[in-house]
């Protein structure tokens, strides 16, 4: 280990320098002044400084000041010498940043006592530098991992806009982390029907996002796995039956299998010559159906989320749009959201956001909506995850 060691008395110098090369281990480099020891710190490392207190040019405690003041990849301990025995002048010299104090005259027994103490610190602090510094280095790579991981994630949503026939769609989506167990689509499964969906996985973080993935690959359009994994007629036939998705998700995921997850889900499948939509909502928030006039439906989930009951009959709704109608199906993240003073926003403000925003654009509702429970969150962030899947039937 490297020690500089400082003094303007040449004995007790070339004392401390022999006696640490005596015990082997230690590079000794001496310096015969503080102005010497911080021009040799300069440019050189040295995990150990032991320096006398009273010397010409720059004195102990001021050189433990700079080099405290110093910014220094690698922590350095330093041990005062002093003949001084006063309370306030040892509190000096640790609030300057002193770490030990050496008694001089020299006892060889202190001094090695003391060094040893001093070297078994910078061995811990250099191991715990390194642990840091692994540490830090895996963290960065979950980081780039899970960036990676949510840029694919969203890659599985629909495109910000879609219209089929003379209905448009929109949605928005704000996860809580990195990666989210909300997810929505919107697809065609043949010229006449459009599919429509909302989920929200139950629980937080990496398990509910790889559960969210694998169901949006289930439901995905010509999937060559899940529920579409079928013939043409069959897959269109039974995509377009939103209890028998239901059934058919509830079948495969359960929260008594080794996963113990569940999730909410809202499928509906629209048919465009006649504006009926059929749907199914197992546990998902009822959506807010605003027709044209100022009258307002909530339709209410009628089935438990998926994954709860082993076998279950979920039940299908239908409903007939009208021109100027808007439809706005969004997840518990909207009305659970809690203030600074632990109070949910509630689904009452939901609904009176989206009434006010009613002569906007459905990006300028949306985002609306999404601006005003983050600004009930502050100074905190919203806690789960944000998702809502909006539809404008044009006039």
């Known amino acids: 280990m490297r020690v500089l060691v400082v003094d303007d008395?040449?004995?007790s110098l070339r004392l401390i320098q022999a006696n640490l090369e005596k015990w082997g281990g230690y590079e000794v480099t001496t310096a015969r002044d503080g102005r010497e020891a911080w021009e040799l710190l300069q440019g050189e490392a040295f995990p150990l400084l032991i320096t006398d207190w009273l010397?010409?040019?720059l004195n102990g405690v001021d050189l433990v000041r700079r080099v405290r003041a110093a910014d220094r990849a690698e922590y350095t301990y330093i041990i005062l010498q002093t003949a001084k025995s006063e309370m306030t002048d040892l509190v000096e010299g640790m609030e300057a940043g002193a770490d030990d104090f050496l008694s001089k005259p020299i006892d060889l027994n202190e001094l090695r006592v003391r060094v040893r103490a001093g070297e078994r610190?910078?061995?811990?602090?250099?191991?715990?530098?390194?642990?840091?510094?692994?540490?830090?280095?895996?963290?960065q790579r979950m980081r780039a991992d899970l960036e990676a991981a949510s840029r694919l994630q969203q890659s599985l949503l629909p495109p910000p806009v879609l219209h089929y026939g003379n209905v448009r769609f929109e949605w928005a989506y704000r996860p809580c982390e990195e990666l989210a167990g909300d997810t929505l689509n919107v697809f065609p499964i043949d010229d006449e029907r459009v599919v429509l969906y909302a989920l929200d996985v139950c629980g937080h973080g990496i398990p509910a996002a790889l559960l969210s993935v694998t169901l949006s690959r289930i439901l995905a359009p010509g999937a060559d796995t899940g529920l579409a994994a079928r013939g043409s007629f069959e897959a269109v036939t039974h995509l377009a039956r939103p209890e028998a998705v239901a059934a058919d998700l509830n079948r495969q995921f359960s929260i008594h299998s080794a996963q113990r997850q569940f999730f909410t889900l809202w499928y509906a499948v629209l048919h465009l010559p006649t504006?009926?939509?059929?749907?199914?909502?197992?546990?998902?928030?009822?959506?807010?159906?605003l027709r044209s006039g100022d009258e307002v439906e909530t339709v209410a989930p009628l089935d438990p989320p998926v994954g709860i009951h082993r076998e279950y009959e979920f039940t299908p709704q239908t409903i007939r749009l009208r021109p100027g109608d808007r439809m706005f199906i969004y997840s518990d993240g909207l009305p659970d959201a809690f203030n600074a003073d632990h109070e949910q926003f509630g689904v009452a403000r939901v609904l009176e956001t989206l009434q006010k925003s009613r002569g906007r654009s459905l990006s300028e509702c949306l985002q609306t909506t999404i601006d005003r429970v983050t600004d009930w969150c502050r100074p905190g962030i919203p806690q789960d995850d944000i998702s809502c899947l909006a539809l404008d039937v044009g006039q």
């Open 121 to 139: 610190i910078v061995r811990l602090e250099r191991e715990l530098s390194n642990k840091n510094a692994r540490l830090n280095a895996a963290n």
């Open 9 to 11: 008395d040449p004995i």
């Open 275 to 289: 504006l009926e939509l059929t749907m199914t909502g197992a546990g998902h928030p009822g959506p807010f159906l």
């Open 55 to 57: 010397m010409p040019e």
